[in-house]
């Protein structure tokens, strides 16, 4: 009984509606074994078009209720439906709750909401359950469609490829953990640089994600996608993994519970990694994990979750070669121009998230977060083009204090007997770094010239609002607007200690439609503005002009159950950008161009073969192509054109348990003008473990079938000590060459 506590004050409450006479149901669904709550889980009232999604916190409502007795259903991948009976009363709530059991995850299971399907992640919530997230490149290749490149031996944050775009480190992407952002604006090496590697792989209970710029709750960045990784409330089991691989490749993280009750948990975590890669020169590449977490009931009806995590990691790296050193034998394909490079980088987070359900039903959440980030790189991208003596060594370095405010309020309500939901909330981030450096160096122990440094002092305020309602049984709408105002200040340490400063501001309004034929098939349209915003040293030199471009885009797409054990998610989209960016090569950095507009073409398709054996596949078409620029001038460089992404997953809880998985990626411009092609690639990954009681043994095998690849790429001038004058080719960073590790995991 203690366990119903958090809900029992429901049953004195009454409803607000727009009716007299009329009733409403609400409750929570939870998990039996963690007794966590479920996001995401489909209500719905039997043979009725009336239902709901749980939020975050597990919560539900329906309102405007004739009075009647109704069979309330629910559903959620991986868990076994349930149905209860609730009798309505005029002018009271029913309260009905929900105790999941897990089971082995169907397809059958899956259904497509007609009410607020905003916030159904059908995707993602079938992923999340199938796939084996065995390292920190595995935690970005959950998002559909995301194709990621390591070029600093595990140790910089992956270059991302999605719609495309080449994303660089994160410039089109919004990338947040438990609410709290990863990318960094104004950062040493380029803007929205997100470094996901503070998440340890193990500890992700989900992800939600959506492409394009169509929610308003939804800020920075989020022109090509937002994702949000979701770390576990509490431990299912207590695990110890140890892993051992080629290339001097260990790695050993393990996570227990200190506090299981039915209304509080904690649980502490670590990881560390140690590898020298499979470059000519060793990278002795370091990594540690820390993490902490808390949840808990404050009150019957407030939980809180309190994380704290810290992060540290350093690495030598080899850079980005060239073509031509390769083919002349200078150096071999795994070998480096300038050993030198590498770096190191540090994160220290605290998150506390205070979710609360209001005595009329409302849900409100505040979240406070605070980081303190450090990173150190060297780099060397034209060897000795602008200085033939010393060479071209850069250093990027800063420090930085990082804290915000998030708060969301969510109202379920009735307009007329229609549907509703009311969602308000607000964003504040605040980033001030500590001498961001830019210098030209000499192995990294002597200061040859200072480029830039300075102190950025960045906030952004975010205020949004939408409302989603269910017009008719088979259409919804969500219809959204943000305001965000910028206010940047640089402090020039190299001009006398100048400070120079900028402001403004944008409105983006969003409208999300959606017909669902049946439970089965279902079409919307999505279409919003969105921006990303501009580094502060750049926006500053030019009094604030160009400091939120925005963008213009459009979904138009289906969800579709052909079959019952067959879904399938297929999109033609838009996107037309005020401002692209640009890599620069000869710098290492990304720069604010032109205009440009993008179409194109995704589908995913997830299929159950048998009870255990599931097949996924993503492709992903696009044209993107710069605006006002001549024909045969005018491509993106770097920007995909064709990805592809599938595979083969065997689960099982107890004996065998596998995947083979591949990623194509294909040729693409690397120049304006096309004369310069960044070659594609296709590489395979296997998986194979066996799990008996307690143990699993397993091996992961990256690049299985031991293909040579280049896995970034850039046409970048260059000029090798020992010629006279540079030249414009490939330069790049080469995949991993066949990669085996073998891990043993004990749960107790």
């Not at 604030?544 to 399938?568: M, Q, R, S, V």
């Amino acid at each position: 009984m203690k366990f119903y506590k958090p809900l029992l004050f429901l049953q004195l409450l009454t409803s607000t509606t727009a009716f007299a006479h009329l009733g409403t149901i609400v409750g929570k669904v939870t998990d039996a074994r963690t007794r966590q709550p479920v996001r995401g889980a489909n209500i719905v009232l039997t043979g009725l078009s009336r239902g709901a999604i749980t939020d975050e916190a597990g919560y539900f409502q329906i309102n405007n209720l004739s009075p009647a007795t109704y069979t309330v259903e629910v559903s959620f991948i991986g868990y076994t439906a349930q149905t209860h009976t609730a009798e309505v009363k005029a002018d009271e709530a029913t309260v009905v709750n929900f105790i999941l059991t897990d089971t082995e995850v169907s397809l059958n299971e899956v259904q497509v909401s007609a009410t607020n399907p905003q916030h159904q992640q059908v995707i993602s919530g079938l992923d999340i359950r199938l796939r084996n997230i065995n390292n920190s490149q595995e935690v970005l290749r959950i998002i559909p469609g995301v194709v990621i490149g390591q070029h600093a031996g595990g140790g910089k944050a992956e270059q991302i490829f999605l719609r495309g775009f080449d994303l660089d480190h994160g410039t089109d992407i919004r990338l947040t953990v438990d609410g709290m952002p990863i990318n960094m604006v104004s950062h040493a090496h380029g803007q929205g640089y997100a470094d996901a590697h503070f998440i340890i792989p193990e500890l992700i209970e989900g992800v939600d994600f959506k492409k394009g710029l169509y929610d308003a709750d939804k800020g920075n960045f989020s022109t090509a996608g937002w994702a949000n990784f979701r770390t576990r409330s509490v431990l299912e089991q207590n695990f110890v993994k140890a892993e051992a691989g080629q290339f001097n490749t260990y790695r050993l993280v393990g996570g227990a519970n200190v506090l299981k009750k039915n209304d509080q948990n904690a649980y502490l975590a670590g990881e560390y990694n140690y590898s020298d890669a499979y470059f000519d020169a060793p990278q002795h590449f370091k990594r540690l994990n820390l993490l902490g977490k808390y949840h808990g009931h404050l009150s019957p009806n407030t939980n809180l979750s309190l994380t704290a995590s810290t992060f540290w990691s350093k690495w030598l790296a080899s850079g980005q070669i060239p073509d031509r050193a390769v083919e002349s034998g200078q150096i071999g394909f795994f070998g480096a121009i300038d050993p030198d490079e590498g770096g190191q980088t540090s994160r220290t987070n605290l998150n506390a998230e205070l979710v609360t359900l209001t005595r009329h039903n409302h849900v409100w959440k505040n979240q406070f977060f605070y980081s303190n980030y450090n990173f150190d790189l060297y780099s060397n991208f034209t060897f000795f083009l602008e200085d033939p003596t010393n060479g071209d060594q850069i250093k990027q370095k800063e420090a930085r204090n990082l804290w915000g405010y998030n708060s969301h309020y969510s109202i379920a309500h009735g307009i007329g007997q229609k549907q509703a939901t009311f969602n308000a909330g607000l964003n504040y981030r605040h980033d001030i770094t500590h001498d961001s450096e830019l210098s030209h160096t000499l192995n990294r122990t002597r200061l040859l010239k200072a480029i830039k440094l300075g102190d950025v002092n960045e906030a952004n305020l975010g205020i949004y609002a939408d409302e989603s309602i269910q017009l008719s049984n088979r259409l919804s709408a969500t219809v959204g607007i943000r305001f965000d105002y910028f206010h940047n200040q640089y402090l020039d340490h190299l001009q006398n200690t100048t400070t120079t400063k900028a402001s403004a501001s944008i409105v983006s309004p969003k409208l999300n439609l959606y017909y669902t034929q049946n439970k089965n098939l279902q079409f919307y349209l999505n279409m919003g503005e969105g921006f990303h915003s501009n580094d502060t040293r750049a926006v500053v030199a030019q009094n604030g002009l160009e400091i939120l471009p925005p963008a213009y885009g459009a979904d138009l797409g289906t969800t579709w159950k052909p079959f019952p054990k067959l879904l399938i998610n297929a999109a033609y989209w838009y996107l037309w950008m005020q401002q692209e960016f640009v890599y620069v090569g000869d710098a290492g950095v990304v720069e604010p161009s032109g205009q440009s507009v993008r179409t194109g073409f995704d589908v995913s398709a997830r299929y159950q073969l048998t009870r255990s054996l599931f097949v996924d596949f993503d492709a992903n078409w696009a044209k993107p192509r710069a605006v006002g620029e001549a024909e045969g001038q005018s491509y993106l460089p770097l920007a995909v054109k064709f990805t592809s992404i599938g595979g083969l997953t065997l689960k099982n809880k107890n004996g065998f348990s596998g995947s083979l998985r591949y990623r194509y990626l294909a040729d693409r411009p690397a120049n304006e003008d096309g004369s310069i092609v960044a070659k594609g690639y296709f590489v395979t990954d296997a998986l194979a473990s066996y799990t008996k009681g307690k143990y699993t043994l397993g091996v992961t095998i990256q690049n299985l079938f031991n293909t040579r690849w280049k896995e970034t790429q850039f046409a970048t001038e260059s000029r090798l000590k020992t010629e006279a004058e540079p030249v414009e080719e490939i330069h790049f960073t080469p995949g991993t060459p066949f990669n085996a590790r073998v891990f043993l995991q004990v749960s107790f």
